[in-house]
């Protein structure tokens, strides 16, 4: 979490709770130290998404598939999500938990390297939710940009990765190129002529794009 981890504790046990298969993922995740979305991100994608309906969605690190059964909920009747995750154990985990959802013909799993995967990509999605190697987002952006439909939105995670990116004296040395990288993705996102960009500072950090 970022500073204010009172802010985020009280938004926590605030917001509605997750039911069904969602909890158990999150309990799963919890335990086993696997990286999924915070509860307050959570309901953050759900609300936008539920603002903007798309019909298409790509997802950019799959891990044990909560994002695509949350993300699920919001797509327009017969709409799509793909999912790109290079991990194998990750893979048969979210195929598993994907299925156990009955959503195996709404979301797609695409293994593979995420920047290679979107060069081969040629659709265009309504909403692209990044949440995979933060040091890579600045390559990721270009691809991104690419397949993302005009009024579509690109929500960033992380992305003030621990509070790191807005203060210096929090940054680990080992995580020194993951910081600048991460900063340098968010001079791109806030002076990109095609995009009009607001970071929230929930969770880990959060960049709503929206391209024009």
């Excluded at 979305?37 to 019909?55: D, W």
């Excluded at 990044?130 to 995670?157: H, M, N, T, V």
């Excluded at 806030?190 to 391209?211: F, H, M, Q, R, W």
């Amino acid at each position: 979490m970022i500073c204010y981890d009172y802010i985020n504790d009280y938004i926590r046990n605030t917001i509605r709770k997750s039911e069904g298969i969602l909890k158990e993922l999150e309990e799963f995740a919890n335990k086993n130290h696997v990286p999924i979305v915070h509860p307050e991100v959570a309901k953050l994608l759900q609300v936008i998404g539920m603002i903007k309906r798309p019909s298409r969605i790509l997802e950019i690190g799959t891990a044990i598939g909560y994002s695509s059964i949350l993300l699920s909920e919001v797509l327009q009747p017969n709409g799509r999500i793909d999912t790109i995750e290079r991990y194998e154990l990750m893979i048969e985990r979210a195929k598993n938990n994907i299925k156990r959802a009955g959503l195996e013909n709404v979301v797609n799993i695409i293994a593979g390297d995420a920047l290679e995967v979107l060069k081969c990509l040629n659709k265009q999605y309504d909403l692209i939710f990044l949440d995979a190697a933060k040091g890579q987002y600045p390559e990721f952006l270009p691809e991104c940009l690419r397949l993302l439909s005009p009024g579509g939105l690109l929500i960033s995670d992380n992305i003030l990765y621990k509070g790191m990116i807005a203060n210096d004296e929090l940054v680990v040395r080992r995580k020194k190129t993951i910081v600048k990288r991460l900063r340098n993705y968010l001079d791109m996102l806030c002076n990109s002529e095609n995009l009009e960009t607001s970071i929230i500072p929930i969770g880990d950090g959060v960049a709503i794009s929206y391209k024009k």
